[in-house]
């Protein structure tokens, strides 16, 4: 697969997010080539989703919501920070906008 580097996407979509008026921070910083991008999504009242692209056997990659059982940003907070230790190649990004799953998918996981 071709991609680009995750640096790369995560300053793209930082920069997406800000020009649609919301805010994006870079939370832990991963491997700049290829590191796994965990979005923490908050939206306008607050509520908190945790999403990841993951890819199947044939490479095909889909968008997945992480936790979906989780309510609120602090048990979304203790799980990414349980990852990032297993995982210190791991990004986490947070971004507070409307609509992020489109901006994601135009950024973030763009093939």
């Given at each position: 697969?071709?991609?680009?580097?995750?640096a790369?996407?995560?300053?793209a979509?930082?920069?997406?997010?800000?020009?649609?008026?919301?805010?994006?921070?870079?939370?832990?910083?991963?491997?700049?080539?290829?590191?796994?991008?965990?979005?923490?999504?908050?939206?306008?009242?607050?509520?908190?989703?945790?999403?990841?692209?993951?890819?199947?056997l044939?490479?095909?990659?889909?968008?997945?919501?992480?936790?979906?059982?989780?309510?609120?940003?602090?048990?979304?907070?203790?799980?990414?920070?349980?990852?990032?230790?297993?995982?210190?190649?791991?990004?986490?990004?947070?971004?507070?906008?409307?609509?992020?799953?489109?901006?994601?998918?135009?950024?973030?996981?763009?093939n």
């Amino acid at each position: 697969m071709n991609d680009l580097p995750t640096a790369l996407r995560v300053n793209a979509f930082a920069r997406a997010v800000e020009q649609a008026g919301g805010s994006a921070m870079i939370l832990a910083k991963g491997d700049r080539d290829s590191g796994i991008i965990l979005l923490l999504a908050i939206d306008r009242d607050g509520i908190a989703r945790l999403f990841e692209r993951e890819r199947d056997l044939d490479g095909r990659s889909r968008i997945v919501r992480r936790k979906p059982d989780m309510v609120g940003e602090a048990a979304l907070t203790d799980y990414w920070q349980g990852r990032r230790a297993r995982d210190p190649d791991l990004w986490v990004v947070e971004a507070i906008v409307a609509a992020v799953e489109p901006l994601a998918a135009e950024t973030l996981w763009a093939n």
